[in-house]
């Protein structure tokens, strides 16, 4: 009987917008320009569709693209033999439905919500009791479904007996190696697609399950996928012998398989999925999507540096302008936002930049400035570093200013399902920073709240910013630092830390607890304050003056290697005025910036200097209560002259202060610059 089912295909579908904003402003005219290029560069739509687990990721494929289906697929997300043909099952008349993953012994919990959601009444189980125990079979009767389990003697017969409850013959079939899943995953959703069943052997003796299966289906036709070491010439001549006919496509690794049925077979290029080539979950589950629109699913490698020259690369390169929609199985540890952005551009993203994602304990706060970002969010943003943790106590410790733990990693999830690593912040500041970095159990019990924070949440990693501190704090920060990358770095998590702005070694004594040279050694980056310059209750002036920025990177790159500096921007300004007690100031964005001085007529003028030819945009105005202004703020242009020196000092990127700053309105002047930049 065939399912019913509705599927989404949403994704498939080619969004383009044009926003054309109108601005009284100055530079208008150049703004619309850029803005014009941006949306050009930014027609291919990119998705990614991740989870904290493969488990997790499998659901986001099937929540993202069924609103309904009767039948659904389920395997063992931790080992792939019996799983390898569920595609081909999945995307058949008799279920036609997704492929979710459970662990061995248990339903969990999210599964089953994602099978109510369907309004699923039959689950087909891959595999026996070894395979999905009889309990988990168990709980789904008694919740109602219909189970039909699918099992063999062994991985071979099962997959003879998912082919047999999927079709009824074929005069085509496809033979993979059942000793490993790479080729399977390769050519899973062709077979899926065009109802060719996928069976299993192992590498030099045909079995009787996979001849019979052969039989049953009335094949004639089989394609070996894989070399000699994935299917011996044993196993060729059985079937030469067997009155078949016999061909193979293979590649010299699983990635030139891979690129050796993309070539070979007609796929729909409209939308491309990519999956690691490490692991089998993401691509399995993924291939069920594919199918329904004969998609391929394109295998990439972990270590990015292995795509250029490859015929992965050469694939990529030749069909890129087919490909109007890509679609990224899994986060960034199974698909990094290098191979992400070199996918769509070939290139890589020559510089990092990494954002302070300012929502504090606000989640609609953390949407919304997501959704100032246009286009494809690792197109300007690689690193995205939110402000959820709590305050330092008095014993090193910290937690969450989120009452409830499932809202940090709703936003560590939110960030990596868009592409991005996500680093939280740890931020303290005077007393109670100095207690834990004078305080050697305070120091560890710090480093302790630090690893169980990225384990819980799911983070990348952790940035660590700690300001108005003393004197003789210098050792402790340092020694703190060691012991964090000393336990995260070998998880592969980024290790990053803020530090105040210096033009020298002596040239500002206060901030000699900031070793740049030693903590360096202690971090994947190194984010540098360059700004507040003028700061909150001094004299008014330029926030971050490009020669000033100028001076503390040129002192940077003696004390740190270049790839790991991040040059700090400011994406306020600030508003000055002196009253008895002396200056005192208010801070805002560039959009209220520019409604101020259009709201009291005043002029915008740039103060310049031979060293900044550029400037940086300044005005003044009187409030209707007679008070006189003087305001100091960036724009495009100022903005643009500092990422300069990110490209003068082949710099590792930058560290921008903070989307919060940046609306609907100025997102347009600033993130086309950070994409031109990275």
Not at 210 to 218: E, K, P, Y
Not at 380 to 395: A, E, K, R
Not at 578 to 607: D, P
């Amino acid at each position: 009987m065939k399912s019913c089912i509705f599927f989404k295909n949403r994704w498939y579908k080619i969004i383009l917008f044009f926003t054309i904003i109108a601005f009284v402003f100055n530079y208008s005219s150049g703004i619309m320009n850029s803005l014009t290029a941006y949306a050009d560069d930014a027609t291919k739509n990119t998705e990614r569709l991740a989870g904290d687990s493969r488990y997790a990721t499998a659901i986001e494929i099937s929540s993202n693209n069924w609103v309904e289906a009767y039948h659904v697929v389920l395997a063992r997300g931790d080992a792939f033999p019996d799983a390898l043909a569920g595609a081909v099952l999945a995307n058949s008349p008799e279920v036609g439905g997704p492929l979710l993953l459970t662990e061995s012994n248990d339903l969990r919990s999210d599964v089953w919500s994602e099978i109510q959601r369907l309004n699923a009444n039959t689950v087909y189980i891959l595999g026996g009791t070894c395979a999905i125990s009889a309990g988990v079979e168990n709980t789904l009767k008694s919740k109602g479904l219909q189970v039909v389990r699918i099992q063999g003697t062994d991985r071979y017969e099962t997959a003879a007996n998912i082919s047999a409850q999927a079709l009824q013959n074929s005069i085509r079939a496809f033979l993979v190696s059942g000793q490993n899943f790479a080729d399977a995953l390769s050519i899973s959703s062709y077979a899926a697609a065009q109802g060719i069943p996928l069976l299993l052997t192992p590498k030099d003796n045909l079995p009787s399950a996979t001849l019979d299966a052969l039989q049953r289906l009335r094949v004639t036709d089989i394609t070996l996928i894989g070399g000699d070491n994935a299917i011996g010439p044993s196993v060729e001549d059985q079937l030469l012998l067997a009155g078949y006919r016999v061909e193979r496509l293979s590649g010299d690794d699983r990635f030139q398989t891979n690129i050796q049925i993309m070539n070979r077979y007609p796929f729909n290029l409209d939308s491309t999925l990519i999956a690691t080539g490490m692991s089998f979950p993401d691509a399995l589950a993924g291939s069920v999507l594919a199918a329904n629109n004969n998609n391929p699913v394109v295998l990439v490698p972990k270590n990015d540096g292995q795509i250029p020259g490859s015929l992965t690369d050469a694939y990529l390169a030749a069909n890129r302008d087919s490909v109007n929609n890509y679609l990224i199985l899994g986060g960034s540890g199974a698909v990094n936002y290098k191979i992400e952005f070199y996918i769509r551009n070939g290139k890589f993203n020559p510089r990092v930049s990494l954002q302070f994602w300012d929502g504090y304990a606000d989640k609609s706060c953390y949407e919304r400035l997501l959704s100032y970002v246009p286009g494809n969010l690792t197109d300007s943003v690689q690193i995205l570093v939110p402000n959820f943790t709590g305050d330092l106590g008095s014993d090193g410790r910290f937690g969450c200013c989120f009452p409830d733990s499932s809202t940090p990693r709703y936003l560590v999830s939110l960030g990596q399902s868009k592409g991005a690593k996500v680093v939280p912040m740890v931020q303290a500041k005077g007393a109670v920073a100095n207690g834990m970095l004078l305080d050697p159990a305070k120091r560890a019990a710090f480093v302790d709240s630090t690893v169980k924070l990225v384990q819980e949440t799911g983070a990348d990693g952790i940035l660590v910013d700690l300001e108005s501190l003393a004197d003789n704090t210098q050792q402790g920060l340092t020694g703190l630092m060691k012991d964090i990358y000393g336990r995260l770095n070998p998880e592969s998590k980024l290790v990053v830390i803020s530090v105040m702005s210096k033009t020298s070694r002596t040239a500002e004594p206060w901030y000699n607890e900031y070793n740049y040279h030693d903590l360096a050694g202690y971090a994947d980056y190194v984010q540098i304050m360059s700004y507040d310059f003028s700061y909150s209750d001094s004299s008014p002036g330029p926030v971050a003056p490009l020669d000033w920025v100028r001076k503390v990177m040129s002192y940077a790159l003696t004390e740190i290697p270049s790839e790991k500096i991040l040059m700090g921007v400011p994406y306020y300004g600030r508003a000055w005025e002196k009253t008895g007690k002396g200056w005192v100031s208010q801070s805002f964005g560039l959009a209220k910036a520019n409604m101020i001085a259009a709201q009291y007529g005043a002029a915008i003028t740039r103060e310049t200097t031979p060293a900044d030819p550029v400037g940086i945009p300044t005005f003044h105005y009187v409030d209707e209560s007679g008070t006189l202004w003087t305001v100091y703020f960036d724009d495009r242009k100022s903005w643009e002259a500092k990422f300069g020196l990110v490209e003068q000092y082949n710099l590792g990127g930058v560290g921008g202060w903070a989307m919060g700053w940046i609306n609907e309105v100025s997102s347009s002047e600033l993130y086309p610059l950070l994409q031109e930049m990275t």
